[in-house]
């Protein structure tokens, strides 16, 4: 029983750190990234060794200086606030979107000895309705985070926000319909493995395949949901100097960006459980690589699981990436244009992709 | 589920649930009624019930209560509705005790007289996505459509009426 407990907090905590490393370099990649897409330097402000390496570690500025700057900041509590929800805030906000990592399966299984160790931290049998119920507690971190400020900018951001969340998670929720008819499954490792298949033998049969607009529309809701440009009308710059957390500071606002950020991850995550194969590497199978033609490579296990690992860390660093090309490449959407794709597009599509995928699925018996 | 998870699970969701009702405040009461709902949502994933644990979440305590919020917060009800709210008639007062003294009559005589039936070991499957489907589309498959109709006709009526208004 204590090994089983060991076990289980081993994997949390490998599965949380998987996640806030991800949080703290994306970060960093955000940082670079816009620089290197608006077409200058950007994060270069850490030339600690003098000029003696050859490139400049402006990562650790990001990555070491600026958390520690952020949470030793002084904690403004704006007058009229309410303590209490303006303390739990953030905590809401950060909760449920990392809480959601606890379904994602990260690897198959590892055998040491006698036992066999399932690769995910909870194995729930209706792991997407879980990701979709926390998903939807993330709301209330942007809701009570605006309203106990007692600011209008807040109070408007949060009411934006969470009308775009609740719209984009039908869309969002409606889109996984088609994936979840594919597998036959709500469980996320069942799905996982369902992907370690080929199709005619040569095409790993990743969900992509056969989900292509189901992909789409979750991706687009996702990224609607991490509530970022195209679609940060929760915070919106120009308008509501930060929306829905203007009036926090310090480690709280920190947390509310760091949220967000995860929530990036988040999504990267679970569209790479669904629609990329999750920890698959195409040919793997758990005693090692079977290429089609016949051609086997044997590989001890460790190695195996190592490389499922590594290739969904990957998957998802992959996503993280186009999700930011996305954020430095669009304008702000309005906000009747925001409504109008969740209900009037998305939605739509999303129905349509249900109905193709059941009556095919019957059709293909 | 052991004794003292139950034990613990009860005493929060009872606390949370008074919370509820007593808290002057309409956000925080909202707020403890989520939490409530998050708890017993708890309650049934100790029991097995997966399936309506993650679904009690996503209705409940994702949509539902959003919407709750939503209207406290866009009415900004504040705290001074509270006192409105106990000062009632001394007639009113007296029901209120009567009634609540029946209730914790019937109650205590309940939990005397009935024994307590032993635990019953639920079938395999119990509570998950196969036997919430069976169940919903299969055995009660009519039911479960004139609801849909009901709604139906529930969400085309509150447009009109919405829309009457505007103009």
Known sequence: ?365 | MGPVTFAVLATALVVSALTVVVHPSPVKSAMALVVTLFLLAVVFVFLGAHMIAALQVIVYAGAIMVLFLFVIMLLNLSDDGAEARHQGGALFRLGAWIGGGVLAVELAALFLRVPFPAPATPPAGYGGAEAVATALFVDYLLPFELTSILLLVAIVGAVVLAQRRAA
């Open chain 1, 1 to 365: 029983m204590w090994a089983d407990a060991g076990i289980a907090a081993v994997k949390s905590l490998v599965m949380l750190l998987l996640a806030l490393n991800l949080t703290l370099v994306l970060l960093w990649v955000e940082r670079k990234g816009s620089a290197l897409i608006q077409d200058r330097i950007g994060a270069n402000r850490a030339n600690i060794f003098g000029g003696i390496l050859p490139f400049n570690l402006g990562i650790v500025n990001t990555l070491i200086a600026d958390p520690i700057k952020m949470f030793t900041k002084e904690d403004v509590i704006p007058d009229g606030a309410d303590k209490l929800l303006h303390f739990f805030g953030p905590f809401l906000a950060v909760f449920p979107v990392l809480a959601t990592f606890a379904a994602v399966p990260f690897g198959d299984v590892l055998v040491i000895g006698d036992r066999t160790i399932n690769l995910q931290v909870a194995d729930l049998n209706v792991g997407i309705l879980y990701v979709l119920a926390m998903s939807g507690l993330s709301v209330y971190g942007v809701v009570l985070g605006g309203w106990a400020t007692n600011s209008r900018w807040s109070l408007l951001g949060a009411i934006r926000g969470s009308a775009q969340m609740i719209s984009y998670e039908i869309a969002m929720g409606l889109g996984l319909i088609g994936a979840i008819l594919t597998f036959g499954t709500l469980d996320l490792q069942a799905i996982a493995r369902a992907q370690g298949a080929t199709i005619w033998g040569v095409i790993p049969a990743w969900g992509i395949i056969y989900q292509p607009l189901g992909f789409l529309i979750f991706l687009v809701a996702g990224i609607a949901e991490t509530k970022r440009v195209p679609f940060d009308l929760p915070e919106g710059e120009s308008e509501l100097t930060s929306g829905y957390f203007t009036e926090y500071s310090g480690s709280k606002q920190a947390t509310f960006m760091m949220s967000d950020f995860a929530e990036i991850v988040v999504v990267s995550a679970l569209a790479t459980t669904l629609f990329f194969g999750a920890w698959q590497v195409p040919y793997l199978a758990r005693d090692g690589f079977h290429f089609p033609g016949g051609f086997a490579l044997a590989l001890p296990q460790l190695v195996v699981v190592a490389m499922q690992v590594v290739s969904f860390i990957l998957k998802i660093l992959v996503l993280c990436c186009f999700q930011i090309l996305v954020r430095w490449s669009l304008p702000r959407y309005r906000y009747d244009q925001l409504m109008d794709l969740g209900w009037k597009t998305l939605l739509p599509l999303a129905l349509a992709n249900v109905l193709l995928t059941a009556v095919i699925i019957v059709l293909a018996g």
